[in-house]
Structure formats: C-alpha cells, structure tokens
C-alpha cells in the first residue's frame, strides 16, 4: 500500500482466498483492504492515537438517509455530547480531492451537522470549521477531542 501523510501505525492484516484484509479496530473485525480502506485505517488511528479521540466515539461507514437515499460516511468523531463532531470524507491516494468530494462531504453533513468536515485522500487533507457567519474556515490540522476547539 502507497505511504501516507499521516502517521504509520501497527495493524494486522490477513490474506483469505487471495484478497488481503486488514483489521478495523472500530468495526472489530477485518475488512478488504482496498486503497480507499488504507486511508480510513489511517485516519481513526490518526485521531485515536495522536488526536484524543476514543474509539468509542468513532463510527466507521455507517448508513444515513439523505433525502430518501442511502449513503454511508466514511468516518465520524463524535463530542461527549453525543452529537457528530468531525466528518471525514476518504478518498484513495489516486482520486483527486476535487469540488465533488467536498460536494459529497457537505451533503452528508445536512445530515451529520457535524462542525468540522475534512476530505482526505491521505496525502491531502482539508478540514475546517462550518461556520454560519463566515462559511467553511480551513484549519491546519484535524481537530482535537477537546471540546475548546470549539
């Protein structure tokens, strides 16, 4: 799998029937690891491990209803509050971060209203803060768990 610019971090894979897997340490158990999944991976490790996030407030691919559609984002950070902090949208290394992305983040967000979005393809990373007065103000870095990043 192609390097990242995030943090390496120790993982498990598997080989089953030719296909290799790696193991989710969210969902528990291993998923085909496609160059979109090497992302992922590196993404909830990157805020469990470097960011403060428990794993017990992230949701990995899970289902929304988007205006009677099914859609899966691909991951969220919850605040103690329960509520969606951070949604990010993960590309693979080779798609570009285009304005569609962006657009597919944003949709889910109708739903999430999360206050942070980020879309990554793990070797660019944009996030920022939804800001009603001032629109989308782009941030350095991945939010933090703690809540005075709010």
């Not at 090497?38 to 996030?53: A, E, T």
């Not at 979005?117 to 703690?146: E, M, Q, W």
Request: glycine share 6%; aromatic share 12%; with cysteine.
């Amino acid at each position: 799998m192609d390097e990242l610019c995030l943090p390496p971090f120790e993982y498990k894979v598997k080989k089953q029937g030719g296909v290799l897997f790696i193991f989710d340490m969210i969902r528990k158990k291993y998923v085909v690891l496609t160059p979109e999944e090497w992302v992922r991976q590196h993404v909830v490790h990157y805020l469990v491990g470097h960011k403060g996030y428990s794993p017990a407030v992230v949701a990995v691919e899970r289902e929304i209803d988007l205006f009677g559609m099914s859609r899966r984002f691909d991951v969220v950070a919850f605040g103690n509050d329960g509520n969606p902090r951070l949604l990010v949208e993960c590309k693979a290394p080779s798609v570009a971060l285009s304005r569609q992305v962006f657009d597919q983040a944003f949709r889910y967000n109708i739903v999430l209203a999360a206050p942070y979005v980020a879309v990554t393809n793990g070797i660019c990373h944009y996030c920022g803060r939804v800001d009603k007065a001032r629109g989308f103000v782009f941030l350095d870095d991945f939010p933090s768990a703690a809540p005075a990043d709010l």
